[in-house]
Protein backbone atom coordinates (compact mmCIF):
# COMPACT_ATOMS: atom_id res chain seq x y z
CA UNK A 1 0.00 0.00 0.00
CA UNK A 2 1.37 3.89 -0.49
CA UNK A 3 3.50 4.97 2.07
CA UNK A 4 0.95 7.42 4.71
CA UNK A 5 2.30 10.90 4.41
CA UNK A 6 -1.22 12.64 5.18
CA UNK A 7 0.00 14.55 8.53
CA UNK A 8 2.61 17.50 9.76
CA UNK A 9 3.95 16.74 13.10
CA UNK A 10 7.47 18.16 14.70
CA UNK A 11 9.30 14.99 14.56
CA UNK A 12 8.11 11.06 14.28
CA UNK A 13 11.32 9.38 16.33
CA UNK A 14 9.57 10.98 19.69
CA UNK A 15 6.51 8.58 18.59
CA UNK A 16 7.74 6.21 21.01
CA UNK A 17 7.99 8.34 23.85
CA UNK A 18 4.27 9.53 23.25
CA UNK A 19 3.16 6.00 23.10
CA UNK A 20 4.51 4.90 26.34
CA UNK A 21 2.83 8.26 27.74
CA UNK A 22 -0.54 6.94 26.45
CA UNK A 23 -0.38 3.65 27.62
CA UNK A 24 -0.25 5.56 30.72
CA UNK A 25 -2.63 7.58 30.14
CA UNK A 26 -5.12 4.97 29.33
CA UNK A 27 -5.09 2.90 32.82
CA UNK A 28 -5.94 7.01 34.37
CA UNK A 29 -9.12 7.11 31.76
CA UNK A 30 -11.27 4.35 32.80
CA UNK A 31 -14.30 6.16 31.57
CA UNK A 32 -12.90 6.33 28.03
CA UNK A 33 -11.26 2.98 28.42
CA UNK A 34 -15.22 1.38 29.54
CA UNK A 35 -16.69 3.24 26.47
CA UNK A 36 -14.38 1.70 23.98
CA UNK A 37 -15.36 -2.08 25.36
CA UNK A 38 -18.75 -1.14 25.60
CA UNK A 39 -19.06 -0.13 22.35
CA UNK A 40 -16.59 -1.95 20.43
CA UNK A 41 -18.46 -4.73 18.98
CA UNK A 42 -21.90 -2.36 17.72
CA UNK A 43 -19.11 0.30 16.12
CA UNK A 44 -21.60 3.37 16.47
CA UNK A 45 -19.14 5.75 14.54
CA UNK A 46 -18.57 3.37 11.57
CA UNK A 47 -19.32 6.04 8.67
CA UNK A 48 -18.06 9.10 10.80
CA UNK A 49 -15.65 11.35 9.97
CA UNK A 50 -14.45 13.66 12.23
CA UNK A 51 -12.73 16.29 12.24
CA UNK A 52 -11.13 17.51 15.51
CA UNK A 53 -9.71 20.14 16.65
CA UNK A 54 -8.73 20.29 20.25
CA UNK A 55 -5.42 20.48 22.26
CA UNK A 56 -3.04 17.67 20.95
CA UNK A 57 -1.81 16.38 24.07
CA UNK A 58 -1.50 13.38 25.55
CA UNK A 59 -5.52 12.71 26.68
CA UNK A 60 -6.62 13.84 22.92
CA UNK A 61 -4.27 10.89 21.59
CA UNK A 62 -6.31 8.72 23.81
CA UNK A 63 -9.66 9.99 22.93
CA UNK A 64 -8.41 10.00 19.31
CA UNK A 65 -8.30 6.38 19.55
CA UNK A 66 -11.57 5.76 21.28
CA UNK A 67 -13.20 7.41 18.45
CA UNK A 68 -11.23 5.14 15.89
CA UNK A 69 -11.82 2.11 17.91
CA UNK A 70 -16.00 3.10 18.02
CA UNK A 71 -15.16 3.14 14.12
CA UNK A 72 -14.73 6.40 12.96
CA UNK A 73 -12.12 7.79 10.72
CA UNK A 74 -10.48 10.83 11.98
CA UNK A 75 -8.79 14.08 11.34
CA UNK A 76 -7.16 16.14 13.80
CA UNK A 77 -5.65 19.87 14.57
CA UNK A 78 -4.94 21.45 17.99
CA UNK A 79 -7.16 24.27 18.85
CA UNK A 80 -4.04 26.55 20.07
CA UNK A 81 -0.69 27.56 18.86
CA UNK A 82 1.27 26.38 21.93
CA UNK A 83 -0.98 23.33 22.97
CA UNK A 84 0.46 20.66 21.04
CA UNK A 85 2.48 18.15 23.09
CA UNK A 86 4.74 16.83 20.10
CA UNK A 87 5.25 13.11 21.03
CA UNK A 88 1.84 12.69 21.64
CA UNK A 89 1.27 14.22 17.98
CA UNK A 90 4.31 12.03 16.88
CA UNK A 91 2.67 8.49 18.21
CA UNK A 92 -1.20 9.61 16.60
CA UNK A 93 0.75 9.92 13.10
CA UNK A 94 2.89 6.51 13.62
CA UNK A 95 -0.13 5.00 15.28
CA UNK A 96 0.14 1.88 17.55
CA UNK A 97 1.51 -0.57 14.72
CA UNK A 98 3.84 1.79 12.69
CA UNK A 99 7.56 2.82 12.86
CA UNK A 100 8.46 6.44 12.40
CA UNK A 101 10.36 5.00 9.39
CA UNK A 102 6.25 3.08 8.27
CA UNK A 103 3.79 5.73 9.67
CA UNK A 104 0.38 3.92 10.09
CA UNK A 105 -1.70 6.09 12.11
CA UNK A 106 -4.01 8.76 12.14
CA UNK A 107 -3.90 12.19 9.39
CA UNK A 108 -3.32 14.74 12.32
CA UNK A 109 -1.96 18.60 11.97
CA UNK A 110 -0.30 20.13 14.93
CA UNK A 111 2.87 20.80 16.67
CA UNK A 112 4.23 23.24 19.29
CA UNK A 113 4.71 26.80 18.33
CA UNK A 114 2.83 26.97 15.12
CA UNK A 115 2.51 30.66 13.50
CA UNK A 116 -0.96 31.86 13.23
CA UNK A 117 -0.89 31.18 9.29
CA UNK A 118 0.36 27.49 10.14
CA UNK A 119 -2.55 27.06 12.62
CA UNK A 120 -4.97 27.98 10.41
CA UNK A 121 -3.52 25.72 7.62
CA UNK A 122 -3.58 22.79 10.16
CA UNK A 123 -7.35 23.67 11.03
CA UNK A 124 -8.26 23.93 7.19
CA UNK A 125 -6.02 20.15 6.80
CA UNK A 126 -7.96 19.00 9.45
CA UNK A 127 -11.28 19.73 7.60
CA UNK A 128 -9.65 18.48 4.30
CA UNK A 129 -10.11 14.81 3.43
CA UNK A 130 -9.21 12.85 0.67
CA UNK A 131 -11.56 12.24 -2.29
CA UNK A 132 -14.89 13.58 -2.59
CA UNK A 133 -16.11 13.34 0.98
CA UNK A 134 -16.21 16.14 3.25
CA UNK A 135 -16.31 15.62 7.25
CA UNK A 136 -19.89 14.84 8.49
CA UNK A 137 -19.25 15.38 12.47
CA UNK A 138 -16.68 18.24 13.66
CA UNK A 139 -15.49 17.42 17.25
CA UNK A 140 -14.52 21.52 18.28
CA UNK A 141 -12.57 23.30 21.20
CA UNK A 142 -13.18 27.19 21.41
CA UNK A 143 -15.24 26.92 18.20
CA UNK A 144 -12.70 27.07 15.55
CA UNK A 145 -12.95 24.75 13.10
CA UNK A 146 -16.85 25.59 13.12
CA UNK A 147 -15.83 29.27 12.88
CA UNK A 148 -13.46 28.51 9.78
CA UNK A 149 -17.08 26.10 8.23
CA UNK A 150 -19.13 29.29 8.49
CA UNK A 151 -17.20 32.17 7.70
CA UNK A 152 -15.85 30.11 4.62
CA UNK A 153 -20.16 29.56 3.68
CA UNK A 154 -20.61 33.27 4.22
CA UNK A 155 -17.81 34.29 2.27
CA UNK A 156 -19.15 31.97 -0.69
CA UNK A 157 -22.81 32.89 -0.62
CA UNK A 158 -22.13 37.09 -0.27
CA UNK A 159 -18.24 37.22 -1.60
CA UNK A 160 -18.30 39.46 1.56
CA UNK A 161 -14.95 38.44 4.13
CA UNK A 162 -15.23 38.61 7.74
CA UNK A 163 -13.80 41.97 8.83
CA UNK A 164 -10.23 41.20 9.43
CA UNK A 165 -9.56 44.14 11.82
CA UNK A 166 -7.67 41.94 14.17
CA UNK A 167 -4.76 39.94 13.22
CA UNK A 168 -6.26 36.44 13.54
CA UNK A 169 -9.32 37.26 11.28
CA UNK A 170 -6.88 38.92 8.89
CA UNK A 171 -5.36 35.19 8.56
CA UNK A 172 -8.54 33.33 8.12
CA UNK A 173 -9.52 35.60 5.49
CA UNK A 174 -6.40 35.35 3.51
CA UNK A 175 -7.32 31.25 4.14
CA UNK A 176 -10.67 32.01 2.60
CA UNK A 177 -9.39 33.75 -0.69
CA UNK A 178 -6.64 31.11 -0.98
CA UNK A 179 -8.68 28.24 -0.10
CA UNK A 180 -9.98 25.35 -2.34
CA UNK A 181 -12.68 23.74 -0.36
CA UNK A 182 -15.88 23.83 -1.88
CA UNK A 183 -17.50 25.24 1.83
CA UNK A 184 -21.11 25.27 1.16
CA UNK A 185 -20.93 21.55 0.16
CA UNK A 186 -18.74 20.57 2.76
CA UNK A 187 -21.12 22.27 5.63
CA UNK A 188 -23.84 20.78 4.30
CA UNK A 189 -22.23 17.62 5.06
CA UNK A 190 -21.58 18.15 8.77
CA UNK A 191 -24.24 16.19 10.61
CA UNK A 192 -23.01 18.14 13.45
CA UNK A 193 -20.44 19.31 16.25
CA UNK A 194 -19.82 18.64 19.62
CA UNK A 195 -18.27 21.33 21.37
CA UNK A 196 -15.63 21.58 23.97
CA UNK A 197 -15.54 24.89 26.25
CA UNK A 198 -17.33 27.39 27.87
CA UNK A 199 -15.99 29.91 24.53
CA UNK A 200 -16.70 27.94 22.23
CA UNK A 201 -20.54 27.28 23.36
CA UNK A 202 -21.32 30.59 23.64
CA UNK A 203 -20.36 31.27 19.90
CA UNK A 204 -22.48 28.64 19.82
CA UNK A 205 -25.38 29.77 21.02
CA UNK A 206 -24.79 33.43 19.19
CA UNK A 207 -24.89 31.92 16.15
CA UNK A 208 -28.28 30.06 16.99
CA UNK A 209 -29.80 33.38 18.08
CA UNK A 210 -28.38 35.30 15.05
CA UNK A 211 -30.11 32.50 12.94
CA UNK A 212 -26.94 31.78 11.59
CA UNK A 213 -26.07 27.90 12.66
CA UNK A 214 -25.38 25.35 10.15
CA UNK A 215 -25.96 22.25 11.53
CA UNK A 216 -26.71 20.82 15.11
CA UNK A 217 -24.64 20.96 18.18
CA UNK A 218 -23.98 19.34 21.27
CA UNK A 219 -22.85 21.93 23.95
CA UNK A 220 -20.42 19.10 25.84
CA UNK A 221 -18.94 22.12 28.27
CA UNK A 222 -22.37 21.97 30.67
CA UNK A 223 -22.34 18.37 30.86
CA UNK A 224 -21.89 18.52 34.72
CA UNK A 225 -19.45 15.95 34.39
CA UNK A 226 -17.95 18.64 32.20
CA UNK A 227 -17.60 22.00 33.60
CA UNK A 228 -17.85 20.80 37.01
CA UNK A 229 -14.31 19.10 37.25
CA UNK A 230 -12.23 19.67 33.95
CA UNK A 231 -12.83 23.59 34.34
CA UNK A 232 -12.84 23.50 38.21
CA UNK A 233 -10.70 20.01 39.21
CA UNK A 234 -8.67 20.39 35.49
CA UNK A 235 -7.71 23.67 36.18
CA UNK A 236 -6.83 23.32 40.21
CA UNK A 237 -4.12 21.12 38.75
CA UNK A 238 -2.64 22.64 35.82
CA UNK A 239 -2.72 26.47 36.56
CA UNK A 240 -0.39 25.93 39.69
CA UNK A 241 1.66 23.50 36.91
CA UNK A 242 1.82 25.60 34.12
CA UNK A 243 3.55 28.89 36.62
CA UNK A 244 5.90 26.28 38.60
CA UNK A 245 7.55 24.99 35.12
CA UNK A 246 7.27 28.62 33.46
CA UNK A 247 8.81 30.41 36.26
CA UNK A 248 9.56 28.03 39.87
CA UNK A 249 8.50 31.06 41.95
CA UNK A 250 7.62 30.16 45.42
CA UNK A 251 3.65 30.93 45.74
CA UNK A 252 3.26 30.61 49.18
CA UNK A 253 2.91 33.90 51.08
CA UNK A 254 2.40 36.04 47.41
CA UNK A 255 -0.55 37.69 46.53
CA UNK A 256 -2.20 36.77 43.62
CA UNK A 257 -5.05 37.72 42.00
CA UNK A 258 -7.59 35.53 39.71
CA UNK A 259 -9.76 37.23 37.83
CA UNK A 260 -13.04 35.63 37.02
CA UNK A 261 -14.82 33.24 39.81
CA UNK A 262 -16.45 30.64 37.39
CA UNK A 263 -15.61 27.02 36.87
CA UNK A 264 -12.43 27.63 35.71
CA UNK A 265 -11.57 30.66 38.67
CA UNK A 266 -12.77 28.32 41.44
CA UNK A 267 -10.16 26.17 40.54
CA UNK A 268 -7.76 28.30 39.64
CA UNK A 269 -8.28 30.68 42.95
CA UNK A 270 -7.97 27.10 44.97
CA UNK A 271 -4.69 26.01 44.14
CA UNK A 272 -3.43 29.32 44.60
CA UNK A 273 -4.80 29.13 48.25
CA UNK A 274 -3.78 25.83 48.57
CA UNK A 275 0.04 26.18 47.68
CA UNK A 276 -0.25 29.26 50.28
CA UNK A 277 -0.78 32.22 48.26
CA UNK A 278 -2.81 35.18 49.36
CA UNK A 279 -5.77 35.41 46.65
CA UNK A 280 -7.72 37.75 45.98
CA UNK A 281 -10.92 37.64 43.26
CA UNK A 282 -12.20 40.05 40.56
CA UNK A 283 -15.85 39.56 39.71
CA UNK A 284 -18.70 41.90 38.03
CA UNK A 285 -21.52 38.77 38.74
CA UNK A 286 -23.00 39.76 41.77
CA UNK A 287 -23.30 35.69 42.76
CA UNK A 288 -20.18 34.97 41.60
CA UNK A 289 -18.17 37.66 43.92
CA UNK A 290 -20.51 36.65 47.27
CA UNK A 291 -19.52 32.81 46.39
CA UNK A 292 -15.65 34.24 46.67
CA UNK A 293 -16.31 36.56 49.35
CA UNK A 294 -17.97 32.83 51.73
CA UNK A 295 -15.19 30.73 49.75
CA UNK A 296 -12.71 33.54 52.24
CA UNK A 297 -11.49 35.37 49.11
CA UNK A 298 -10.93 39.32 49.24
CA UNK A 299 -12.99 40.28 46.67
CA UNK A 300 -12.32 43.44 44.73
CA UNK A 301 -11.21 45.42 42.32
CA UNK A 302 -7.77 45.20 39.65
CA UNK A 303 -7.50 48.31 40.36
CA UNK A 304 -7.56 47.91 44.10
CA UNK A 305 -4.61 45.44 43.86
CA UNK A 306 -3.16 45.72 40.43
CA UNK A 307 0.55 47.51 42.31
CA UNK A 308 0.43 45.12 45.27
CA UNK A 309 0.01 41.45 44.11
CA UNK A 310 3.07 39.25 42.65
CA UNK A 311 0.46 37.00 40.31
CA UNK A 312 -2.35 37.94 38.39
CA UNK A 313 -4.04 34.99 36.41
CA UNK A 314 -7.13 35.85 34.35
CA UNK A 315 -9.72 33.34 34.03
CA UNK A 316 -13.06 35.13 32.54
CA UNK A 317 -13.50 34.44 28.90
CA UNK A 318 -13.79 37.61 28.39
CA UNK A 319 -11.53 40.29 26.76
CA UNK A 320 -9.15 43.32 27.85
CA UNK A 321 -9.10 42.30 31.51
CA UNK A 322 -5.67 43.00 32.08
CA UNK A 323 -4.94 46.27 30.07
CA UNK A 324 -1.63 47.30 29.32
CA UNK A 325 -2.25 50.72 31.82
CA UNK A 326 -2.48 47.77 34.14
CA UNK A 327 0.58 45.98 33.49
CA UNK A 328 2.87 49.34 33.85
CA UNK A 329 1.81 49.98 37.62
CA UNK A 330 2.58 46.54 38.37
CA UNK A 331 5.62 45.19 40.74
CA UNK A 332 8.79 44.44 39.48
CA UNK A 333 8.74 40.82 38.57
CA UNK A 334 4.85 40.24 38.70
CA UNK A 335 3.73 37.53 36.60
CA UNK A 336 0.96 37.88 34.45
CA UNK A 337 -1.11 34.67 32.73
CA UNK A 338 -3.76 33.68 31.59
CA UNK A 339 -6.16 30.61 31.56
CA UNK A 340 -9.09 31.56 29.46
CA UNK A 341 -9.30 30.41 25.98
CA UNK A 342 -8.53 33.31 24.14
CA UNK A 343 -5.70 35.32 24.22
CA UNK A 344 -7.71 38.16 24.43
CA UNK A 345 -7.80 38.83 28.17
CA UNK A 346 -4.38 40.02 28.57
CA UNK A 347 -3.46 43.30 26.11
CA UNK A 348 -0.42 42.16 24.56
CA UNK A 349 -0.93 44.30 21.45
CA UNK A 350 -1.18 47.58 24.17
CA UNK A 351 1.74 45.36 26.09
CA UNK A 352 3.50 45.79 22.46
CA UNK A 353 3.17 49.36 21.86
CA UNK A 354 4.48 51.04 24.93
CA UNK A 355 7.18 53.62 24.16
CA UNK A 356 10.27 51.95 24.74
CA UNK A 357 9.48 48.89 25.97
CA UNK A 358 11.70 45.46 25.53
CA UNK A 359 10.80 41.95 25.24
CA UNK A 360 13.08 39.29 25.90
CA UNK A 361 12.59 35.59 25.64
CA UNK A 362 13.63 33.59 28.63
CA UNK A 363 12.67 30.39 27.06
CA UNK A 364 9.87 29.72 24.83
CA UNK A 365 6.58 30.50 26.10
CA UNK A 366 7.90 32.68 29.19
CA UNK A 367 9.06 35.94 28.18
CA UNK A 368 10.42 39.31 30.06
CA UNK A 369 8.83 42.98 29.75
CA UNK A 370 11.39 45.30 30.63
CA UNK A 371 9.24 48.50 30.75
CA UNK A 372 11.60 52.05 30.42
CA UNK A 373 11.99 52.60 34.12
CA UNK A 374 13.50 49.31 34.00
CA UNK A 375 10.95 47.63 35.55
CA UNK A 376 10.03 43.91 34.48
CA UNK A 377 6.86 42.02 34.25
CA UNK A 378 7.09 38.18 33.27
CA UNK A 379 4.70 37.27 30.86
CA UNK A 380 3.05 33.63 30.16
CA UNK A 381 2.67 31.94 27.13
CA UNK A 382 2.32 35.28 25.13
CA UNK A 383 -1.28 35.96 26.64
CA UNK A 384 -2.64 32.54 25.44
CA UNK A 385 -3.56 29.58 27.96
CA UNK A 386 -0.58 28.96 30.01
CA UNK A 387 -1.46 25.64 31.48
CA UNK A 388 -1.52 24.47 27.86
CA UNK A 389 1.79 26.65 26.98
CA UNK A 390 3.69 26.09 29.67
CA UNK A 391 2.50 23.02 31.07
CA UNK A 392 0.72 20.10 29.68
CA UNK A 393 -3.08 20.75 30.58
CA UNK A 394 -4.96 19.26 32.42
CA UNK A 395 -4.81 15.23 33.38
CA UNK A 396 -5.84 12.10 31.95
CA UNK A 397 -8.60 11.28 34.89
CA UNK A 398 -10.21 14.67 34.36
CA UNK A 399 -9.94 14.30 30.91
CA UNK A 400 -11.53 11.05 30.90
CA UNK A 401 -14.62 12.91 32.35
CA UNK A 402 -14.50 15.57 29.25
CA UNK A 403 -13.81 13.00 26.54
CA UNK A 404 -16.03 10.10 28.03
CA UNK A 405 -18.78 13.29 27.33
CA UNK A 406 -17.54 14.36 23.86
CA UNK A 407 -17.48 10.58 22.64
CA UNK A 408 -20.96 10.27 23.79
CA UNK A 409 -21.95 13.46 22.34
CA UNK A 410 -20.47 12.33 19.20
CA UNK A 411 -22.77 9.06 19.44
CA UNK A 412 -25.36 10.76 20.05
CA UNK A 413 -25.58 13.21 17.06
CA UNK A 414 -24.19 10.64 14.52
CA UNK A 415 -26.79 8.04 15.29
CA UNK A 416 -29.36 10.03 15.99
CA UNK A 417 -29.79 12.63 13.37
CA UNK A 418 -33.65 13.24 13.75
CA UNK A 419 -33.59 13.97 17.66
CA UNK A 420 -31.59 16.62 17.03
CA UNK A 421 -32.56 19.41 14.18
CA UNK A 422 -30.31 22.38 14.02
CA UNK A 423 -29.84 23.74 17.35
CA UNK A 424 -27.63 23.68 20.80
CA UNK A 425 -28.60 21.11 23.37
CA UNK A 426 -26.64 19.11 26.07
CA UNK A 427 -26.34 16.18 26.73
CA UNK A 428 -29.19 14.09 27.96
CA UNK A 429 -28.92 13.57 31.77
CA UNK A 430 -28.75 10.01 31.79
CA UNK A 431 -25.43 9.79 29.79
CA UNK A 432 -23.83 12.45 31.96
CA UNK A 433 -24.29 10.31 35.28
CA UNK A 434 -23.32 7.46 33.04
CA UNK A 435 -19.89 9.41 32.90
CA UNK A 436 -19.30 10.08 36.44
CA UNK A 437 -20.53 6.85 37.12
CA UNK A 438 -17.69 4.92 34.90
CA UNK A 439 -15.14 6.51 37.39
CA UNK A 440 -16.25 5.87 40.70
CA UNK A 441 -14.55 2.29 40.56
CA UNK A 442 -11.12 3.90 40.10
CA UNK A 443 -11.41 6.22 43.20
CA UNK A 444 -12.78 3.20 45.24
CA UNK A 445 -16.30 4.96 45.48
CA UNK A 446 -19.03 2.93 47.13
CA UNK A 447 -22.47 4.34 46.02
CA UNK A 448 -25.40 4.14 47.96
CA UNK A 449 -28.40 2.19 46.19
CA UNK A 450 -31.70 4.03 46.42
CA UNK A 451 -34.41 1.73 47.73
CA UNK A 452 -37.36 1.67 45.07
CA UNK A 453 -39.43 3.11 47.84
CA UNK A 454 -37.13 6.15 48.57
CA UNK A 455 -36.60 6.69 45.46
CA UNK A 456 -40.84 6.65 45.12
CA UNK A 457 -40.46 9.27 47.56
CA UNK A 458 -38.24 11.78 45.87
CA UNK A 459 -40.12 10.93 42.79
CA UNK A 460 -37.20 9.87 40.60
CA UNK A 461 -36.25 6.31 39.41
CA UNK A 462 -34.06 3.70 40.89
CA UNK A 463 -31.49 4.05 38.30
CA UNK A 464 -31.32 7.91 37.70
CA UNK A 465 -31.55 10.12 36.53
CA UNK A 466 -31.41 11.66 39.94
CA UNK A 467 -31.52 15.70 39.18
CA UNK A 468 -33.69 17.58 37.34
CA UNK A 469 -32.26 19.52 34.25
CA UNK A 470 -32.01 22.79 36.63
CA UNK A 471 -30.32 21.59 39.61
CA UNK A 472 -27.27 23.27 39.77
CA UNK A 473 -24.78 21.00 41.73
P1 LIG B 1 -17.59 30.94 33.52
O1 LIG B 1 -18.55 31.70 32.71
O2 LIG B 1 -18.04 29.91 34.49
O3 LIG B 1 -16.65 31.94 34.35
C1 LIG B 1 -16.14 33.16 33.87
C2 LIG B 1 -16.35 34.20 34.99
O4 LIG B 1 -15.69 35.41 34.63
C3 LIG B 1 -17.83 34.53 35.19
O5 LIG B 1 -18.21 34.29 36.53
C4 LIG B 1 -17.91 36.00 34.82
O6 LIG B 1 -18.86 36.71 35.60
C5 LIG B 1 -16.49 36.48 35.08
N1 LIG B 1 -16.14 37.70 34.36
C6 LIG B 1 -16.53 38.12 33.12
N2 LIG B 1 -16.01 39.31 32.82
C7 LIG B 1 -15.26 39.68 33.90
C8 LIG B 1 -14.48 40.82 34.20
N3 LIG B 1 -14.39 41.84 33.34
N4 LIG B 1 -13.81 40.86 35.38
C9 LIG B 1 -13.92 39.84 36.27
N5 LIG B 1 -14.67 38.72 36.04
C10 LIG B 1 -15.32 38.65 34.87
O7 LIG B 1 -16.57 30.29 32.47
P2 LIG B 1 -15.50 29.12 32.77
O8 LIG B 1 -16.12 27.81 32.48
O9 LIG B 1 -14.88 29.37 34.08
O10 LIG B 1 -14.45 29.39 31.59
C11 LIG B 1 -13.66 30.57 31.56
C12 LIG B 1 -12.72 30.51 30.33
O11 LIG B 1 -11.81 29.44 30.48
C13 LIG B 1 -13.43 30.26 29.00
O12 LIG B 1 -12.75 30.97 27.99
C14 LIG B 1 -13.25 28.77 28.80
O13 LIG B 1 -13.38 28.41 27.46
C15 LIG B 1 -11.86 28.57 29.34
N6 LIG B 1 -11.48 27.24 29.81
C16 LIG B 1 -10.13 26.98 29.83
C17 LIG B 1 -9.65 25.78 30.28
C18 LIG B 1 -8.20 25.52 30.27
O14 LIG B 1 -7.79 24.38 30.45
N7 LIG B 1 -7.35 26.50 30.07
C19 LIG B 1 -10.56 24.72 30.76
C20 LIG B 1 -11.95 25.11 30.75
C21 LIG B 1 -12.38 26.32 30.29
Known sequence: SAEFTDFKVADLSLAAFGRKEITLAEHEMPGLMAIREEYAEAQPLAGARITGSLHMTVQTAVLIETLVALGAQVRWASCNIFSTQDHAAAAIAVGPNGTPGNPQGVPVFAWKGETLE??????EQALTWPGEAGPNMILDDGGDATLLVHQGVGYRKTGVLPDADNEELAVVRALLENSRLDWTALAS???????????GVHRLYEMQRDGSL???AINVNDAVTKSKFDNKYGCRHSLIDGINRATDVLIGGKTAVVCGYGDVGKGCAESLRGQGARVIVTEIDPICALQ????GYQVTTLDEVVDKADIFVTTTGNKDIIMASDMAKMKHQAIVGNIGHFDNEIDMAGLAKIPGIVKDEVKPQVHTWTFPDGKVIIILSE???LNLGNATGHPSFVMSNSFADQTLAQIELFTKPDEYPTGVYTLPKHLDEKVARLHLDALGVKLTKLRPEQAAYIGVDVDGPYKPDHYRY
Open 118 to 123: EYWWCT
Open 189 to 199: GIRGVTEETTT
Open 292 to 295: AAMD
Open 214 to 216: LFP
Open 383 to 385: GRL
